[in-house]
């Protein structure tokens, strides 16, 4: 009946706009994404998967939004977005590590993010959660000793280890371009003077190591180790295990006194154009199928907390329980980059580059 018709229609009506009002129901997605998103990468191994996997595992799920990587390191992304201004900024979302981060989050570069625009924020440690919620760490890569085991006798176990005469002339260590050229000072200070703040002291016992190969980046490190040119060489373990799935005759070594990390610190800018593909894409990396996907090829230390580990992979994750999350050495990165960065950079190209 007519009666009957225009009743069914007003009440469609009325179900579209409560649902319209009510906005996207919990599970479902949201108005489509579009536009370019730019999105920092390391090179090398990183690079290659980011292209081949993580960037068109993103694309698939949001098809209007177009990713593009901006290759490079961590202190020149830091520099061209100081240089560009909050308003303006050349990226959307910067993976980088938390030594360079922090120098750009203390001056207000980035967002905070929420359990609303980045859902998966709930399943991160808090451990990996950063103050505030400005930014988040997605993954990490332990940083520990890597040794060639058919050119080495007596393995070392400990970073102190590394003061063993035997290895002099065969060390690898990072330079201070590097942000693990700042941790191992500040490690050395704290091993050997007992105050990660001592940069003399961290400086002077760097000094003993002497001869040794500087690198400015983790797939120089690699290079240095495969080709034989670094017996002993600090190194990141997932580039450990990788190489060694490829037949490198690699060992890597948690040293006893515990890991420091590369921490990917991941952030929105202030200024990005495109925020909601952007904070989508924060909360892709931190899913649990993403994650797994770090974990599974690149062996990354997960930030996913509902993720489970047995078997070899425990292996080539060697960090991944709440007891070892929380045994990761950390740095007060607002101390370093208030002054002591500048004084690290100045003693090391004066007293170690310059000698």
Same mark, same amino acid.
């Given at each position: 009946?007519?009666?009957?018709?225009?009743?069914?229609?007003?009440?469609?009506?009325?179900?579209?706009?409560?649902?319209?009002? &009510? %906005?996207?129901?919990?599970?479902?997605?949201?108005?489509?994404?579009?536009?370019?998103?730019?999105?920092?990468?390391?090179?090398?191994?990183?690079?290659?998967?980011?292209?081949?996997?993580?960037?068109?595992?993103?694309?698939?799920?949001?098809?209007?939004?177009?990713?593009?990587?901006?290759?490079?390191?961590?202190?020149?992304?830091?520099?061209?977005?100081? &240089?560009? %201004?909050?308003?303006?900024?050349? =990226?959307?979302?910067?993976?980088?590590?938390?030594?360079?981060?922090?120098?750009?989050?203390?001056? %207000?570069?980035?967002?905070?993010?929420?359990?609303? #625009?980045?859902? /998966?924020?709930?399943?991160?440690?808090?451990?990996?959660?950063? *103050?505030?919620?400005?930014?988040?760490?997605?993954?990490?890569?332990?940083?520990?000793?890597?040794?060639?085991?058919?050119?080495?006798? /007596?393995?070392?176990?400990?970073?102190?280890?590394?003061? /063993?005469?035997? =290895?002099? %002339?065969?060390?690898?260590?990072?330079?201070?371009? #590097?942000?693990?050229?700042?941790?191992?000072?500040?490690?050395?200070? @704290?091993?050997?003077?007992?105050?990660?703040? #001592?940069?003399?002291?961290?400086?002077?016992?760097?000094?003993?190591?002497?001869?040794?190969?500087?690198?400015?980046?983790?797939?120089?490190?690699?290079?240095?180790?495969?080709?034989?040119?670094?017996?002993?060489?600090?190194?990141?373990?997932?580039?450990?295990?990788?190489? @060694?799935?490829?037949?490198?005759?690699?060992?890597?070594?948690?040293?006893?006194?515990?890991?420091?990390?590369?921490?990917?610190?991941?952030?929105?800018?202030?200024?990005?154009?495109? @925020?909601? &593909?952007?904070? &989508?894409?924060?909360?892709?990396?931190?899913?649990?199928?993403?994650?797994?996907?770090?974990?599974?090829? =690149?062996?990354?230390?997960?930030?996913?907390?509902?993720?489970?580990?047995?078997?070899?992979?425990?292996?080539?994750?060697?960090?991944?329980?709440?007891?070892?999350?929380?045994?990761?050495? *950390?740095?007060?990165?607002?101390?370093? #980059?208030?002054?002591?960065?500048?004084?690290?950079?100045?003693?090391?190209?004066?007293?170690?580059?310059?000698?």
């Amino acid at each position: 009946m007519m009666w009957q018709t225009r009743w069914r229609t007003a009440l469609v009506a009325l179900v579209a706009l409560v649902v319209m009002a &009510a %906005g996207p129901l919990p599970g479902t997605a949201g108005p489509a994404l579009s536009g370019t998103l730019v999105v920092t990468s390391y090179g090398g191994p990183w690079e290659q998967f980011m292209r081949s996997t993580i960037v068109p595992g993103f694309q698939a799920e949001h098809p209007g939004v177009r990713v593009e990587l901006a290759v490079g390191l961590s202190r020149d992304w830091i520099a061209k977005i100081r &240089a560009a %201004g909050k308003n303006d900024p050349p =990226y959307d979302v910067v993976i980088a590590n938390a030594v360079w981060v922090s120098a750009a989050r203390l001056e %207000g570069h980035f967002e905070r993010l929420t359990e609303q #625009n980045v859902p /998966n924020l709930k399943d991160v440690w808090p451990e990996l959660r950063n *103050k505030n919620d400005v930014g988040v760490i997605f993954g990490l890569n332990p940083l520990g000793i890597g040794y060639r085991k058919d050119l080495v006798q /007596n393995p070392p176990k400990r970073w102190t280890d590394l003061w /063993n005469p035997e =290895y002099r %002339g065969r060390l690898g260590i990072y330079s201070i371009n #590097n942000s693990a050229g700042p941790m191992f000072i500040m490690l050395a200070a @704290k091993l050997f003077a007992n105050d990660p703040k #001592n940069i003399e002291a961290g400086i002077n016992k760097i000094k003993e190591l002497r001869p040794f190969r500087q690198s400015d980046f983790s797939g120089d490190m690699e290079i240095l180790l495969t080709r034989g040119e670094v017996h002993v060489g600090i190194i990141d373990a997932p580039a450990v295990s990788r190489l @060694k799935r490829q037949g490198a005759p690699l060992e890597f070594v948690p040293p006893i006194e515990g890991m420091f990390m590369f921490e990917q610190d991941t952030n929105v800018t202030v200024g990005s154009k495109n @925020k909601a &593909a952007a904070f &989508a894409f924060v909360n892709y990396m931190l899913s649990r199928q993403t994650q797994e996907r770090w974990v599974n090829q =690149y062996y990354l230390t997960p930030a996913n907390r509902t993720l489970r580990f047995s078997g070899e992979l425990a292996q080539l994750v060697p960090v991944h329980t709440a007891p070892q999350i929380r045994s990761i050495i *950390k740095w007060d990165w607002d101390w370093f #980059n208030t002054g002591a960065r500048e004084q690290m950079i100045e003693r090391w190209n004066r007293e170690i580059v310059g000698r």
